[in-house]
């Protein structure tokens, strides 16, 4: 079984920054393309942005130039450095891997959501 868990979400202001992160957790698993995305209120789940397992990029237009993900493949974990927030970028912040097991081939998974506020 595999888990993605997810922390460093919470509330600042406008112009700060936040840094999230999400682990991969279980037996026996690889890991390829990893990513972020969020859903705001009364919003569809949008994708933030996303990296493979070469370390390849692509960012949501809305995002760029502000937000930076990255992953550590040894750790099975990915990050998103995300400055200059907005109040826009509010919203419920969910990892998202593509997983294989030997049990359940590729599969994609979803974090349990974190919660990031940016006051004006």
């Known amino acids: 079984q595999v888990q993605l868990v997810e922390s460093g979400g919470g509330l600042v202001q406008a112009g700060e920054s936040l840094r999230l992160s999400c682990a991969a957790s279980g037996t026996s698993f690889s890991v390829n393309a990893m990513g972020w995305y969020r859903q705001a209120p009364g919003n569809q789940r949008e994708l933030v942005a996303t990296i493979t397992s070469g370390h390849s990029t692509n960012y949501v237009d809305a995002v760029k130039g502000r937000f930076t993900i990255s992953r550590d493949n040894a750790k099975n974990t990915v990050y998103l450095q995300m400055n200059s927030l907005k109040p826009e970028d509010t919203a419920v912040y969910y990892c998202?891997?593509?997983?294989?097991?030997?049990?359940?081939?590729?599969?994609?998974?979803w974090g349990q959501g974190t919660q990031v506020t940016v006051s004006s």
């Open positions: 998202n891997a593509q997983i294989f097991t030997t049990g359940s081939g590729w599969k994609y998974y």
